[in-house]
């Protein structure tokens, strides 16, 4: 790696204890020597699971803002948002928040609207569908392109990975993207926890973008970018 990034804090914020260790792989191989300050409140996500997909309590919002001042205060160069389902917290809470913030959705989606115009979503949970749909749309009509999404719902395998079952959720979602790549130009992996399944993703038939490689490598961009 070409910089040295001992000195660059970056704030992320949980909306589930999970996530925190699904990062842990991309902190250590692409941003190492970087502070990290977690921010977690697992009643986010039972609270954004309680609602119908699409409804996000706006208390929720809420948290987001105050976690963000929070590390704000500490001096974190950057503030990634690690939830997939309320990502437009990011949005509502930039009026209020000096520090630059980032969706970790965003990144991978960027590249993807890239790669062509038919796009595959890939999800385990519903209440994800209208939050990525909506940013999948936004990152395509920033980059100055129309696209179509096709969104496939995987939720037995976000039940098999509840129930201890990494490998059958792993299994099920390459079935899916095996499914999907005939008919798409690049398919995006909704959550987080599907970061798991890269090792397994060499020789897809279409590029296939997980959230953890794409925002941490972004990330890394960022800071080598500012002193």
């Known amino acids: 790696m070409s910089q040295n990034l001992t000195g660059k804090k970056l704030g992320i914020i949980h909306a589930a204890l999970i996530t925190t260790r699904a990062v842990q792989k991309y902190l250590d191989e692409v941003i190492p020597g970087v502070e990290v300050v977690h921010w977690v409140d697992d009643t986010i996500q039972n609270t954004n699971f ?6 996000i309590p706006p208390g929720n919002y809420a948290k987001f803002t105050q976690a963000a001042l929070s590390q704000q205060a ?52 519903p209440t994800t569908v209208p939050a990525s749909e909506r940013l999948l749309r936004l990152a395509a009509t920033d980059a100055g392109r129309t696209v ?18 990494p490998e059958k959720h792993n299994d099920l979602l390459l079935a899916e993207i095996d499914r999907l790549s005939g008919e798409v ?27 953890g490689r794409t925002a941490f490598t972004h990330i890394r961009r960022l800071f080598e970018a500012t002193p």
């Open 50 to 55: 309680a609602c119908a997909p699409g409804t």
């Open 74 to 125: 500490y001096g974190v160069d950057l503030i990634l948002l690690a939830c997939s389902t309320f990502n437009r917290a990011v949005e509502y809470a930039r009026p209020m928040i000096a520090t630059p913030m980032l969706q970790i959705d965003r990144p991978m989606m960027d590249l993807a609207v890239q790669q062509g115009p038919r796009l595959g979503l890939l999800t385990t949970v």
């Open 148 to 165: 179509t999404i096709q969104t496939r719902l995987c939720s037995e395998a976000f039940a098999a990975l509840k129930a201890g079952q």
């Open 185 to 211: 130009d690049a398919i995006v992996l909704a959550q987080l926890s599907m970061s798991a399944l890269e090792p397994r993703l060499t020789s897809t038939k279409v590029p296939v973008y997980n959230s």
